[in-house]
């Protein structure tokens, strides 16, 4: 399935089973899989149509869908090990799309041998699709997207969270650290477009970061772990995560962390 193929399977599947229960849930179509970890009907539906069309057009592929992880942990392990693999966050932000926040995504992420090469963000009340393939660039809506510079000086860069303890920290000079979009299909665009100069993310799960961490690297942007090496999207990251506009960014704020 090529490029605009995989996009087209997300738009029709986000229009199929996501967006007629935008601000229309019923009760019994919204769960908790913990305390305080939503999941939705949206979400089932739509990751098991997202699955099911993935492996028919490329047999042999494993698929790492949060909700198949959520039921089988082992699938991490299969995801893993595999040379052709795939990433589904059928609604990314689903505590947002339950309280009728426009800022949720659907996201697909591929891998070959671990390294991921293609992702796709839909935003389906934006209207906006995010595509990146590597070395091939990242676009929105078909227009490509480079970074801008962030400001030279760190008391004018723009930090944003997603660990709420962490609101209002200060990183050596850095002014406080304020709330992302609370999903990664908005965060990672809006650092793109220049909102955010970094983010910071603690726990780190493949479907989050795959298709957001190649819209980075092909605009280029950096996302490496808190602890200053390498993000491995084959494994949970439990340490921490640094998104930023650039690698100097990105190490002045590893710096400032530790």
């Not at 305080?36 to 699955?51: F, K, Y």
């Not at 492996?55 to 790492?64: D, E, R, S, T, Y």
């Not at 962030?150 to 000079?173: I, M, N, Q, Y």
Request: charged share 25%; with cysteine.
């Amino acid at each position: 399935m090529d490029l605009e193929g995989v996009l087209d399977l997300i738009r029709e599947v986000a229009d199929e089973v996501v967006n007629p229960r935008f601000r229309a849930l019923a009760d019994d179509e919204i769960a908790e899989k913990n305390p305080g970890d939503l999941v939705t009907a949206a979400d089932r539906e739509a990751e098991v149509l997202l699955t099911r069309a993935l492996v028919a057009a490329h047999p042999g592929a494993v698929v790492l869908g949060e909700e198949a992880f959520a039921d089988d942990a082992h699938v991490m392990e299969r995801y893993a090990a595999a040379e052709h693999a795939f990433t589904v966050d059928p609604v990314d932000g689903t505590r947002n799309f339950v309280h009728g926040s426009p800022d949720h995504a659907v996201m697909v992420g591929e891998l070959r041998s671990g390294v991921v090469v293609r992702g796709w963000i839909w935003q389906p009340q934006h209207q906006l699709a995010y595509v990146a393939e590597r070395g091939a660039g990242a676009f929105r809506n078909g227009e490509r997207l480079t970074r801008a510079a962030p400001p030279a000086e760190p008391a004018a860069w723009r930090g944003v969270t997603s660990r709420r303890r962490w609101l209002g920290r200060r990183l050596d000079g850095i002014p406080p650290l304020e709330l992302t979009w609370v999903c990664c299909g908005v965060d990672y665009p809006k650092l793109v477009e220049g909102a955010a100069d970094f983010v910071l993310y603690g726990r780190a799960l493949p479907w989050d970061h795959a298709p957001g961490s190649l819209l980075l690297a092909e605009s280029g942007a950096h996302l490496g772990a808190a602890d200053g090496s390498a993000w491995d999207p084959c494994r949970e990251t439990s340490g921490g995560l640094v998104a930023a506009a650039d690698r100097a960014t990105y190490d002045a704020v590893v710096a400032a962390l530790g």
